[in-house]
């Protein structure tokens, strides 16, 4: 496979194919990403910032740094949110990719402390990510895996 990870601040012209390309990947309103990857985009803050990774034009996966995914937690900031590989291209080291990238990209921006929700219990722990605790999602019963990387 022959892919970059590129962010949306260097390649602005994306905002529209990436914004689409997440919400029909997450289902969350299409006005969210585009109003995130706008904030983004005026580089007034280090967060939010938007990641894909590119194969000949395709985004075959992307990921978000956000304040909160969504979540009760708002002291444990910022979230790595929207993880998502295409299913065609999972199994390849692309998602390990985009999150080391990320890690290595918010470090030299001065953050060294991510944190991520999912309900995955094995794969985060192979890129460094350790489980934190459980949290609840906004409006949800349901409770999440927290995992933390510290830089």
Not at 18 to 39: C, E, G, R, V
Not at 93 to 112: E, P, Q, Y
């Amino acid at each position: 496979m022959d892919y970059q990870i590129v962010r949306l601040t260097d390649k602005p012209k994306m905002k529209e194919q990436a914004a689409q390309w997440f919400h029909k990947k997450w289902n969350i309103p299409l006005k969210a990403y585009t109003d995130s990857m706008d904030d983004c985009l005026t580089l007034k803050s280090d967060i939010p910032q938007w990641y894909m990774a590119i194969e000949n034009n395709r985004i075959i996966g992307g990921l978000g740094v956000i304040e909160n995914d969504f979540h009760d937690r708002k002291d444990l900031t910022p979230n790595v949110c929207a993880v998502y590989t295409e299913t065609d291209r999972r199994s390849n080291g692309v998602a390990g990719t985009l999150l080391n990238f990320v890690c290595t990209d918010m470090k030299s921006k001065g953050i060294d402390t991510l944190y991520l929700i999912t309900d995955h219990t094995s794969f985060y722990e192979r890129y460094g990510w350790e489980f934190l605790c459980m949290v609840q999602g906004d409006g949800e019963s349901d409770m999440f895996r927290m995992y933390i990387h510290r830089g």
